[in-house]
């Protein structure tokens, strides 16, 4: 959960930093659906690549007769290929005007998230970035990768006071 919560932290700590002041409609705040998309590209890595892998490893442990090719297959789209297919896929949500708009935060929240777990260091292997094309995996080590737990409880306060901080700044210019 607090991996979540620190690729939906940068994702809205990218935008109040990249994209201009948040404008009140009427009297109440509204989201840019952008920003709403790129939060969303910057979780479905792990809701697709993560979770079905850790739900199907624990019921394998009472179920012995599950592949285990059925829990490896969900870190594809954990991968910068499978975010870039993840995005086309997702982004047919959309109204067909929009679907191009959709796609590029999507695939941009994906290529942060990626950017983000880059800098973590795991005990086995690190990301393959170049796949299916090469089994090259790489990661700068600078955290560990059950970091996040720690930098939480600092991260999402710093964001949420970013945020209503930019929202307090459109409202002013408003």
């Known amino acids: 959960m607090a991996d979540l919560i620190t690729h939906s932290c940068t994702a809205l700590l990218w935008k109040v930093a990249t994209v201009g002041p ?24 792990d809701l697709l690549g993560r979770v079905p892998a850790m739900g199907l490893l624990v019921a394998s442990w009472q179920f012995p007769q599950i592949p285990s090719w059925t829990i490896y297959f969900w870190s594809v789209f954990h991968m910068p290929v499978g975010i870039a297919l993840t995005s086309v896929i997702v982004a047919q949500c959309w109204r067909a005007g929009e679907r191009a708009g959709a796609f590029r935060q999507l695939l941009g929240g994906g290529m942060l998230h990626v950017a983000v777990d880059l800098l973590q260091t795991h005990l086995g292997v690190g990301y393959l970035l170049l796949f299916p094309f090469s089994t090259w995996d790489y990661e700068m080590g600078l955290i560990g990768s059950e970091d996040t737990v720690k930098i939480v409880p600092v991260l999402l306060p710093l964001t949420v006071g970013l945020c209503l901080w930019r929202w307090g700044r459109g409202r002013a210019a408003a």
């Open 22 to 45: 948040v404008t009140p409609s009427s009297s109440r705040w509204r989201l840019p659906p952008t920003l709403a998309t790129f939060v969303l590209g910057t979780c479905l890595p």
